[in-house]
């Protein structure tokens, strides 16, 4: 392994458009997956590549590539010269540029997972170990989108229960009458002892909100995940203390491991949300997660890719990987997804070094409509 005195050289960052996805539909009110973009257009990616003195170098890629190459551009300069393996430092001066410049909470955590992901590479070692090592494999459950009909989720959960998931999370349709028959039925589906989970997309008040999780205690879910918008810690303190279903809430909110203590501290409830894109990266997430645990709480890990997969391998509080299932066609080829394969209703750990992210600046650099590249520190 190198000596521990590494510096950043240089970034780089492309932007480009990728494939329009599936047409994903959370619940009624809410946008598609691609909601907005102009007819023939696809999202658009950015690519960061982190160099260092050393040689080696850290490479992710994200979503909302425009943003996050104005960000690259005007911002990661200030970290030229520093060391990237020192990631609780690294992550404490992002904090402080996010004082000045309020980063959108997609970007508070892209630095720390370039450092993570060289840190592991200069290792030799996974992530999920460096980050303290939990598990090799992890229960998958399958996380619906929201289809059209009782028939639709019928027909795509026994599906997923045939292929070897044994957990399933439902999003619905945001009406809670239509709601609550489809929790029951998810019920009749899959037996009396399947783990399920119930995710309200953040669609309803207080008073829906407590109808919905009546149902689903009734009908023994593990958890009600985001029934409300999450700003009044006080709507929420109230759901918990009146409902005994848990309570899994602070995806969306901003401040890592602050904004969870004060969730936390209010009573607002039972088990917090982690994830790379949402929490300050895999160190932001690190610690929630030990926060939530010194309370003795769960710390769900949220969301699917690889640098979540290392989430679900370093956190002992965490019970599964979430995979988004969209028809019976996508479920058929969920054991075909390379690292991210989901074998028998199980995720095996990715166990080499590094996140995996594929890099080829020459299709970067065709593909590109945009590339800046970094390479003095200014102030």
Known sequence: MMGCWVKISQFTCWVYEAPRGPQVVWRHGLPTSHGGLPEGEGPR????????ECGQTGFITVEMGDAVFDLVRRRFAHFIGDNPLLTEQMWKKVWEVDRIEEFHI????????????????????????????????IPAYASTATWADLETYERNIKTCRDIG???????????????????????????????LMFDGSAGWDYVDAMTVGKALQDEGYLWYEEPMREFHLGSYRKLAEKLHIPILAAETSDGAHWNAASWIEAGALDMTR?????????TGSMKIAHTSDSFGMRAQVHGMGL???????????????????FDVDHIAQLDKMGPLSIIDGTLTIPDTPGLGYAFDPEDLDARAIAKTVVSERRH
């Open 45 to 52: 990616l950015a690519s960061i590549l982190m160099e260092t």
């Open 106 to 137: 997609r970007h508070l955590g892209q630095l720390d997972v370039l450092c993570w992901d060289l840190k592991s590479k200069l290792a030799g070692l996974p992530i999920h170990v460096l980050l303290g090592g939990s598990r090799k494999q």
């Open 165 to 195: 998931f044994s957990a399933f999370k439902l999003h619905a349709w945001g009406d809670v009458q239509d709601d609550i028959r489809l929790i029951r039925a998810l019920r009749r589906w899959v037996g009396p002892d399947a783990p």
């Open 274 to 282: 982690i994830n790379s894109v949402l929490k300050g990266g895999l």
């Open 307 to 325: 640098e979540n997969a290392q989430l679900c391998g370093a956190v002992t509080n965490n019970d599964f990987y979430e995979q988004i299932v």
